[in-house]
Structure formats: C-alpha cells, structure tokens
C-alpha cells in the first residue's frame, strides 16, 4: 500500500451523487450509440423522478424529448450533479462552468486522462473540483448507480444488462468492466443492490471517500469492493478500522502477481503495490477478502442475507450421499468442523427418521426425502446447542424433493436463528426452486466448496467483530 | 489405495448393458411413484428402439401398455440386459432367473445391501453374477445411460432433470446423487454425453472394469470419474496406466480429508484409504485432478472441445482491463505465463488497433471493440509463434460486443488449431451468447478463474503424455 505524500482532504459528501433531486447531462445527444445518448436512454428507463437536464453546445432546443441548454450555466435551476460525457479536452471549460452553476458534484465518463498518460489533463479537473469544492468521480469511469434513487449514469445498452433489485449491497468497482459485469450478475444473483459506483481514475473521490461514505450509509448491509491500487494508504487504513466494525467488507485485490499488478499499472494507472502488504492490512482489519468474482458473489449473498455466527460447527443435512461427503471435505478445507450431536438430538432424529437413515453427521436423510423429513431434521438439529450454522443439501433431481421441500427452508431460513446456506445445482426444475428460495432470503450455492468458502468467511468475520 | 486380495477377474464386456437390444425390467409396475414405474417411463420417454418386457410377478398380462411376464423365464426372446428393482430380498431368486434366461448383463438399482450391512445378501448377487458370467452394475445405484442407444436405467423423475445432447464426454459416479445433479447440470454445460454410470456398492462391475471399458469405447473421448474408493488397487493402476495414454481421465476423489474419508463409508462402504496415497497414484499416471464438481465440468468442457497443448504461455485478449488484470492473476496463480509476443505480431497489431489501445499482454481492445477488432486480433495473436492457447474475454455488456463477436470467435474456434477457451458472464442477453457459443464448441468459463484452472488442466495432461 503506497503511502500518503497528500495533506488530509475534506470529507466528501457523495450524497448529491447518488440521490440527486436534478442531474445535468453534459454531452448528452440525439443521435443513438453516443454515450451521451445511452446516459440520457438510462435516466428516462429507469424513470429518475428528478428534473433532467440535457446540456450541449450544439443543441437546437431540445434532446430526446427533454429542453436542452448549450451551457449548464443558461439553466436557471439549481442542479445537484452532472454527468460529463464530452471529449476529454473539453472537460476542463464545462466542469468549471458546473463549478460556477453551484453543482454539488460530478461524474466525469469521458476517458483520455491519467490512464494513457495525459496526467496534466486530470490535474486540471482536480483543480477545478478543490476550487468549488465540488466532489468528482472519474475521470474514465462508468459512475453510478443508485436503485432507491432510479439513478444511473451508466453508458452501457439497457438491453445488454440486466437490473439488479433493491437491496443491502453496496458495490464499488475502480473498473468498469468488472463493474458491469458483476452488476450483471448480480442481477441473478440472489441478493439486491442499494449502491454501485465505477470511480475509474480515482482523481479526486477515491477508496477512501467512497469506503467511509458508505460505511455510514444507512441502506448498505454489506460493502463489496474490487480494487487495483489505493492511493491514500494511511487514511485507508483508518477508515476501514471504523467501516469493518460498522459492516462486512468484501474485497478482491486485483494484481496479486507481480505480472497482474503490472497489468492493473496499465490499466487504470494504479500503483498496485506489494500484495502481501495489502493482503496484510486486509486481514489485520476484518476486511473478507475474496480470491475473485466468484467469491464476491458468495459471500456479498450470505453477508446480506444471514445472521452473524462465531462458532465453526456446521450441520449437514443432505438427500444425496455423495454430496455430503463432498460437503465433509469442503467443510474441513475451510478450516470448518462437523458437530457432535447430543444424545438427545440423535434421540429425536432416530425416533422421526426411518430406519434406513443413518444418524450422524453429515446426515443423509435419503433420496425420498420429503418436505416432512427436511423438517423434522432441521427442526431437531437447528436446536442442537453444538449446532452454529446448517448446510442443507437440496437435490431436486430425487423423486421426493419439490415445492414444499423449498417451502420448509424457507420457513426455517424465516426465523433467521442460525446460519443457513442451501446447496441446489441442476438444470431448469432445479433452478425454479433455486429462485423461490432465494427470492425469500435463503443463500443457494451451487457447489458444497463455494457454500463452505461462504460459511468461513462470514464465521472469520463475526469472529473479528467479538474480538474488538 | 487398497490393495487386493482378490484373484484377477475376466474382463466384463458392458457393451450389452449399455446397448442393449433388448431389456427386461423386473419390478416394473402401473404404479407411479414406484421405481419400476419410473424406469418404465424413462425407457418410453426416451424412445428406446429395442423391446421391452416388464416382468412382475403380479402382473395381469400387460404393463404401462407393454405385454408383461411374472418371470423373465416366461419370455421366449433372447434379452441382453435386465434392470432389477424388486424389493432386496427378492434380488437373489430373480436374478438367478436371469442367469438361466442367458441374460447378458444386469443392472440392480435396488438397495438394502451392503452399505446397510446387508453384505451376506450382497454377497448371495456376487456368487450368481460369477456363476453365470452374467455381469452386475449395482446394487444400489442409478446404473445406465446411454445418449446415442437411448438406454437409460435411471429411476428419477423425467421431469426434474434435463437431458444431456450426445457427446464425447462419457461421465462415471459412484454415488447416485453426484451423478444425477451432474447430468442434470451437463445438459446445460457446454459438452456433451456418451455414456453414464452409477455404480453404487460396486460389488461386481467395479472403477476397474468401468475405466478399462471405456478406455477402449470408440464413442467416449474424455472420462470423468467421481469416485469415493478403489476395491482393486493395483488392478486400477495397471488399467489407468494404459487408459490415461489412450484419454483424459478427469477424477474427482471423494474423502479428501478424515472426516470425509468416514462419510464415505458410511455412504457406499468405501474403504476411501488414504487420499494422500490417492492423489500421489493419481498424479503419477497422468489423471486429471478435479477439487470438487464445478471442476469436474469446467475441465470435461475443454477436453471435449479443444485440441491438446503443451506450452503454458497463454496470450489474453479482453475487451475490459479489469478482467485482464484478474486474468493475469489467475494465469500465473495456475503456473502458466503470460507469453512475450514477438516484434511483428506488435506491428501488426499496432497497425490493426485504434490509438487508444495499449499494445501489451493482457491486451485490452477496448470497450468499444467490435467484431473486427477481435478478429483482428485473434489473427496476429494466434499466429504468434510465442503463444500457446488462448484466453479471450468477451464482455457483451460493452456498446461494440454483439453476435458477431461471438460468430468470430466461433470461427477461429473452428480451426482447432491451439486451444481457446472464452470467459464471459452476466445475465440474458450475455447468457444467450454464450449458448450460440457453447453450441459451436467454444468452451466459455464465468470466470477467469475458471479458464485458468482450466488450461492448466488441460497442458498438464498434455505434457504426461508428451513424457511417455
């Protein structure tokens, strides 16, 4: 982590950017595949209820149904952020003209700075936002999103992605590829999003703004992150002392090989530093580091959806043998351990169980397993006090597994007691019943290994939160 | 790995299991919800083009709208292969009727043998089995499938899980439940199915016969094993050291830790053994090593669809930088290299590409990269002497990214000559893609993760056989 040379700067208030009441788009335009076009296509989609303003210097009057103004400073409104699509050497003049309009801050898209080395480019848009004090994301950046607000500066085809759903995660991405991809997939993904924010370039709003906003941020549960470099090394650090205590904060470290980090170096022009020195800072302050987007993926879902759990001892209840023997192995990989069941528990297991089930752990309750059986042992064993989290295994494909099997989970994934993770794979009956569980706030993993890594990470992280 | 006691065995021919002409299935029942009904209704569904006799011995003369026999003996036709699901301790007396019946193999999907204990009945299979030279898959398995004889012994419900296409992949379990939601996921995976196996408590046709069978099956170009313990040691090694020459055999070792080693005996009386003394026979005789199921599938895909390459200098082309720098990560996290690309290959490429892209590995064409761009640099890049396979990102939630990036893909795909694989993820509009894709044989991975692991996969099974 590169060290501060930089004097402690104003916290910034990124509210204006994610929840404006007025957003001027500059650069915007009639004429489709411009991005000045999909940012105005986006704000009429997702219908923002605020007032739009589509500023350019050529406008006739009027673009895309909207009045447009040939500068932000002939609109008599006030604005509380703008959007700046126009070429990279004609940012300076209209971001200082939003700077004089009294805008509370800017996204800048256009690309053509830092990242292919017009450095003395940027410094101007970082000087402009420190003289009107007037926040910047970017520059080369996608923006943001924000569900509740229907705010969305992204440039990226409607059709080509789909929506993520209102939810607890908050996703921060210093690249845009990776960003919308993950919006992508987050979309399917069992959980919802409050906020997502691309700050490319990182000039003026960077980690540590973004991590300390949303680290108070009343609508984020859970902070995921992907990143290639931070600037700011020292006031990262004390930021995320205070975030890791208030949320969980998943984070991938791009550039964790010297050859990776020469490519992030290219790429957004991060200083990628040593990653064993970040990789050090991570796990000295609670943050759960994902290995890559997969695990951002997991463990955003369990964060959101389950209860915090210190104790390391996973119940398996499975209908399929062979799953639970593979759910053993992940178990244990994971630095993770099967419960010893008390007697009683065995007891009441034995007396609800046909004879051909075996009591013990991982318990196979057999591929006729019906809804009655998954909850019966859900029932007995959630109640062991050995018990701290469950991995139920729900195949699909036996003959006694079906809607009311999804049901009984769902009802016991309600009470939200324990942990609880599902693990469900197959083809298309299999993943209507993935769905209705995770529309009720159950985690389905796909492979026993991704629901023991969620497991783990989620007990690593309650078990940094008791020690301080 | 145990070794054995057991005196060399014949070698089984399972050709008539799996192509059978003509198939008796004792149990067989009117009765939905049984077993016997629900084989009966897979052989319907599937179209079987052989004869079908139900055999029960309460049966009134027909059966799902097939004559029916209260014994096999009453059939006056040559049978090749009986299913048997009557109830355990019928299995001795029917399966003797068999014998007797000239039947040419059996498949026991009944259970209630030794994996409850029950090893003297199971015992009383083996001894009929021998007597008649009859071969036996079971008990207490799925058995068969057969894509291209439209065999199928499976019991599960036609609905829950979709059919895999015919294929090059032949795929072998152990346990029922791993190999049902694996065939359900294969159908959607990218590769297809030749053959299918479950083979429960292994009592006669055991790893050995199975491996050495489809080791010398013309229709089987890859074999994947999910296994939880070997009964005949050194006969395993002796077949594996000819099979693993002749094709990949990718290998998922259940009980990879003590716990999961006790799991599995208790699932199908394994003696799982020692996994370090696994993995270390494994390695030696070339296997493919998978961690767990998404492993399983991810390395058949580039089997059945990519030609074999020593080299490990993959070349990476992405329209997205993040993705780029996570690729080069997970590269070098799998031992294999960026490649250095020679003096002419960056000319060329300097002169196909806009100013804005930096001409380096990982080599981002932009998020505004069209067809041509990749096809342009698909050409200069895999005529690179210096590259060995490639690793193309295609991101289709950028503006440039649509169907005729994935027709160029396809069409360098096409000519096989070093191995490509593709990582693409997101939700319906990418997903649509990535089937066109898939469809044409182009291995697509969600993650770059994944395709890493993948190559490694596939270079490391190269060179073994460059050894030998």
């Known amino acids: 982590m590169s060290s501060s040379h930089e004097a402690k700067r104003k916290y910034a208030d990124l509210d204006p950017i994610f929840n404006p009441k007025s957003v001027a788009i500059l650069g915007a335009t009639d004429k489709p595949g411009k991005v000045g076009h999909a940012i105005m296509q986006n704000y009429i989609d997702v219908g923002f209820s605020g007032s739009l303003y589509p500023i350019n210097i050529n406008t006739t009057g009027s673009i895309m149904g909207h009045e447009a103004y ?25 971001m200082d003209e939003c700077g004089k309009a009294h805008v509370k801050g800017v996204v800048v898209v256009s690309g053509g700075f830092a990242e292919i080395g017009e450095t003395k480019l940027q410094d101007k848009l970082v000087t402009i936002s420190r003289k009107y004090n007037m926040p910047m994301i970017g520059p080369n950046c996608l923006g943001v999103m924000d569900i509740r607000a229907r705010n969305d500066t992204l440039f990226l085809p409607t059709f080509k ?30 959980f919802g999003l409050s906020r997502f924010i691309s700050y490319g370039n990182a000039a003026v709003v960077d980690e540590v703004d973004i991590l300390k906003y ?8 859970v902070i995921v992150f992907y990143m290639e470099g931070v600037k700011r090394g020292e006031e990262f650090v004390e ?38 020195a970040y990789d050090a800072v991570f796990r000295q302050y609670g943050f759960v580091r994902a290995a890559d987007t997969d695990d951002l993926l997991d463990f955003a879902k369990i964060f959101d959806t389950q209860p915090l759990a210190t104790g390391n001892r996973i119940a398996v209840i499975t209908n399929g043998g062979g799953h639970g023997v593979l759910a053993t192995d992940a178990i244990y990989h994971n630095g ?13 297991l034995r007396k609800a169980m046909p004879p051909t089930v075996t009591i013990r752990m991982p318990l196979d309750i057999g591929g006729d397993a019906d809804s009655a059986r998954f909850e019966n042992a859900l029932d007995a064993i959630s109640s062991d006090p050995g018990v701290d989290a469950l991995m139920v295994i729900t195949l699909f494909q036996t003959p006694g597994a079906d809607d009311k099997v999804a049901e009984s989970i769902i009802g016991y994934g309600a009470k939200r007691e324990k942990p609880v993770v599902v693990v469900s ?4 009956y299999t993943k209507s019943h993935i769905e209705v569980m995770e529309n009720s706030g159950i985690p389905v993993y796909s492979s026993t290994t991704a629901a023991a890594r969620s497991l783990a990470a989620l007990i690593g992280y309650a078990r940094y939160r008791n020690t301080k």
């Open 214 to 221: 949303l680290s108070h941020d009343i609508h984020t549960q």
């Open 70 to 94: 040939r500068s932000i400073l002939d609109v008599k409104a006030k604005i509380d952020m703008a959007v700046i699509s126009v070429p990279a050497l004609a940012v300076p003049k209209v």
């Open 239 to 276: 930021v995320a002392k205070t975030a890791t205590m208030l949320k969980p904060v998943v984070i991938i470290k791009a550039g964790s090989t010297e050859a990776g980090a020469g490519a992030a170096h290219s790429h957004t022009a991060s200083l990628a530093g040593s990653y064993e």
């Open 425 to 428: 794979m197959g083809g298309s």
């Open 161 to 190: 992605i789909d929506k993520p759903k209102i939810g607890g995660v908050s996703f921060v991405s210093q690249s845009g590829s990776v960003g919308s991809t993950t919006l992508d997939l987050i979309s399917g993904a069992g």
């Open 336 to 348: 993770l351990t099967l419960p010893q069941l008390t007697k009683k528990t065995e007891r009441i």
